[in-house]
């Protein structure tokens, strides 16, 4: 059976960081306990404490977010520890060899405004300043999904998160921006715009806010 990764680390890190005994039968002393300390990587230390890693959380929050016997209350905290967790751009990017860039978009979807507003905002923070997660937005055709929140949404809060979602997928990454430009209603630019021209993507930020919704 293979070893888990993380052991496999843990265990080289262990052998590194013993006292050697060198051929002429001499020993050499270990680093001191701060130099050994900054090779540990957060989820060695999850595997020394017996802890979960931030891959295993990551899952399990989403598992939670799917599940028909999680409450709202539980599902909005899995979602805050969620956001929490992909803030790291390795923990982002990690979403897609966990399979969990497909799932999250799907809850832009949800029937409930929260679990909507939530979805974006992940989406948001995952997304910022990250070409790679960047890119998955395209992929799974979440521009126009998050366009149509954003502007018809009954809910200010879950549509402000669809704009900051929008804002912070387009920004800096053109086919991003490309995307967003052919799938935006009726009356708004059509024109190509410069991904890195924030003048130019802040007033369409700003529209996209003000957008009429009509009331139910």
């Excluded at 979960?52 to 028909?68: F, G, I, T």
């Excluded at 905002?121 to 979440?142: M, P, S, Y």
């Excluded at 052919?182 to 993507?201: F, Q, R, T, V």
Aim: aromatic content about 4%; overall charge negative.
């Amino acid at each position: 059976m293979a070893m888990d990764p993380t052991m496999n680390k843990l265990l080289k890190w262990s052998v590194q960081n013993s006292q050697q005994q060198n051929e002429d039968g001499t020993t050499t002393a270990p680093p001191s306990a701060s130099e050994a300390a900054r090779t540990l990587t957060p989820d060695m230390i999850n595997a020394l404490m017996g802890g979960p890693s931030d891959a295993d959380l990551m899952k399990a929050a989403m598992e939670v977010l799917h599940s028909d016997e999680s409450d709202l209350e539980n599902k909005m905290i899995a979602f805050d520890n969620f956001e929490q967790l992909i803030e790291g751009i390795d923990n982002a990017n990690n979403l897609e060899p966990l399979g969990l860039w497909s799932p999250l978009v799907k809850l832009l979807d949800h029937e409930n405004a929260d679990m909507r507003r939530y979805a974006a905002w992940c989406i948001g923070t995952a997304v910022q300043n990250n070409e790679k997660a960047q890119d998955k937005v395209i992929v799974l055709n979440a521009i126009p999904k998050l366009v149509k929140v954003a502007t018809t949404d009954s809910n200010p809060a879950t549509r402000k998160k669809a704009v900051y979602a929008i804002s912070s997928s387009v920004r800096n990454y053109q086919p991003a921006m490309n995307e967003l430009t052919s799938n935006l209603p009726e009356g708004y630019p059509s024109d190509k715009i410069d991904a890195s021209d924030m003048d130019a993507i802040d007033p369409l930020m700003d529209k996209l806010r003000a957008h009429p919704v009509s009331s139910a």
